[in-house]
């Protein structure tokens, strides 16, 4: 316990009497008050709808079928209450999770409803089929816009992943959808986006509009390269709601003059600085791959390689499993959790230090839930590993145990121009008396919580859907990070260690590491060699026909030790 003086330890006050003072203006609120006293069954069914309130609700159901039809009840009232979420939304007065609420009350009126319904009754306004398109295991976006359209009275067929062209067409043509909505994350996936669309064109199947979304694409390549290639028409959706505008418009019959006011400026495809708020390895932000960055001209960057480099820990690989989740926890980036998973935002009006209480006040109690619930569903597991290495031109050597005996090469990509940096340069050259170590490692939690996703989806749970999927990505990252840490002791180059959480997530640390699909080494194929190095699937993970890692809450990198070693882009 730290010396305090004695005049500091001195209380010279009534703790009870200063902290009755400070709420003597304060007046409890009235919980027992009734928010629907007064309002008409319609107003009482669109409450519930835009402020997600289930309490009651088949009681004001039952009501509203004393005067309505089932049908009507659905698409004059509770439609109508979601368009008002919709347009709060828009305006930036209505966070996510609690649109995701709104969905939910949407969902169980017309589970209640239904049943009531005759035959010939029918709530779609429209009908589109959704994938995520061929190679791609991510699926939260498209399941965001299957939540929002069919909960706003569109049939929607939900396909799911890595979808080739035929099944989507297939699918398509068997139930009869007016729309196809492609989704996916990687930049590769934009290529096949592409790939699709020709070949709608080369069937004949340019009729049917094509909706667009994901975090690799921008809007000025889907409005004007892909356009110019698509003989039916296609548009971008940047979220859900967007798609939801879009799916007005295109039902509506007013598609020609969509198309003259959504064409775009040209949009450059964001670099990780530019889409992340803190620098962080993501195996799924994949980069486009220039063949010319590879080209060797004799000319490396000022880096110095370290003399006397760290030695290996060990040779090989190994495993961890008995992990204390709650400890893996702390490593969760907030930031990346609240406002990048579960997308609070900041509300109009607000300064960043009421945001920040306000967060406090809506987002803590939901972290501190979801830590619990899912303690015993994230299974956290690592496998890490040290070998000899040097560096040759852009290409990374990896020795056997032999230390003479090359074993295998990663090559990376060099910036064109300014520093010249490249990953290789952080190493020994080859040639000389001593080699160098690298690290690699790949971490999961599991793929438990993939499934408790699907069933929360399945149970029109969407809120929590949404804060389940998040809880999985951040713990991987966290997990991670975690480890990172527990190679950098590991090596000896603990030395510049943040107290501060913060900074650990700004990477203020001794050396980096970097994921395989990030820029300073794009090549996602390189997940194969690491599997090689490492041998992950005794931990579960394993590796996609497209080199992802499946489990989805997976990561993995390559670890340098260089102090000098930082997140950079190639370009």
């Known amino acids: 316990m730290p010396d305090i003086p004695a005049e500091e330890r001195t209380v010279t006050y009534d703790p009870l009497i200063e902290l009755m003072a400070r709420f003597e203006n304060v007046k409890a609120a009235n919980t027992s008050a009734d928010p629907f006293e007064g309002l008409g069954v319609e107003d009482r069914l669109k409450k519930h709808v835009v402020d997600g309130i289930k309490k009651n609700l088949e009681r004001d159901l039952e009501d509203a079928l004393q005067s309505y039809e089932p049908l009507a009840i ?12 919709g347009e709060l939304f828009g305006a930036g007065k209505m966070q996510l999770p609690f649109v995701l609420q709104s969905a939910e009350v949407m969902k169980s009126s ?122 039916g028409h296609v548009f971008y959706a940047q979220d859900a709601f967007e798609g939801l505008k879009l799916m007005g418009d295109l039902t509506g019959g007013v598609v020609e003059d969509l198309v003259a006011t959504t064409v775009a400026e040209p949009a450059p495809t964001p670099s990780a600085t530019d889409t992340d708020e803190f620098p962080r390895v993501a195996s799924h932000r994949v980069g486009l791959v220039d063949p010319q960055l590879y080209v060797f001209d004799g000319a490396r960057s000022d880096v110095s390689p370290i003399e006397n480099p760290p030695g290996l820990p060990f040779y090989g690989a190994k495993k961890f499993e008995k992990f204390d989740i709650f400890e893996v926890y702390k490593y969760i980036n907030p930031i990346a959790l609240v406002r990048g998973q579960w997308q609070f935002k900041r509300p109009e009006g607000l300064s960043n230090p009421e945001f920040t209480t306000w967060l406090e006040q809506q987002a803590n109690p939901i972290f501190e839930r979801m830590k619990r619930e899912l303690a015993n569903v994230l299974k956290p597991k690592v496998k890490w590993g040290y070998f000899p290495c040097s560096s040759e031109g852009n290409d990374l050597i990896i020795f056997r145990d032999d230390l003479k005996s090359e074993w295998m090469r990663f090559t990376f990509p060099r910036q ?68 990172h840490r527990q190679i950098r002791l590991e090596m000896g180059i603990g030395d510049q260690e943040p107290d501060d959480m913060r900074l650990l997530f700004s990477a203020k640390y001794h050396g980096a590491r970097y994921s395989f699909g990030y820029p300073a080494c794009p090549n996602l194929e390189d997940q194969a060699k690491l599997f090689e190095l490492l041998q992950p699937g005794d931990i579960g993970i394993e590796l996609s026909e497209e080199f992802m890692l499946v489990p989805e809450q997976s990561t993995s990198a390559i670890v340098v030790h260089h102090p000098d070693a930082k997140y950079f882009n190639i370009r």
Request: with cysteine.
């Open 74 to 85: 659905i698409n004059d009232i509770l439609l109508d209450g979601m368009k008002t979420v």
């Open 110 to 231: 017309v589970k209640y409803l239904e049943p009531l319904m005759e035959k010939s009754g029918s709530t779609d306004k429209g009908s589109i089929l959704l994938a995520t398109v061929a190679g791609d295991v991510h699926d939260i976006g498209k399941n965001l816009v299957d939540i929002i359209l069919s909960n706003n009275g569109y049939r929607v067929v939900n396909i799911g992943i890595k979808q080739p062209i035929n099944n989507i067409l297939d699918s398509a043509r068997e139930h009869q959808c007016q729309v196809i909505g492609l989704s996916g994350l990687l930049v590769k996936s934009t290529l096949i986006m592409r790939d699709n669309l020709l070949e709608m064109n080369e069937r004949g199947l340019s009729s049917i509009p094509v909706i667009l979304g994901g975090a690799a694409l921008t809007r000025g390549y889907v409005e004007q390269d892909l356009r110019s290639l698509y003989l």
């Open 416 to 483: 064109r121009d300014g520093k010249r940096q490249c990953l290789a340069d952080f190493f020994l050259p080859s040639g000389g008396s001593t080699l160098d170590t690298v690290g690699f490692q790949i971490v999961t939690v599991g793929g438990e919580v993939s499934r408790r996703e699907k069933e929360l989806f399945a149970d029109g749970r969407f809120e929590d859907y949404l804060y389940t999927h998040g809880m999985g990505v951040e713990t991987a990252e966290a997990l991670a990070e975690y480890w």
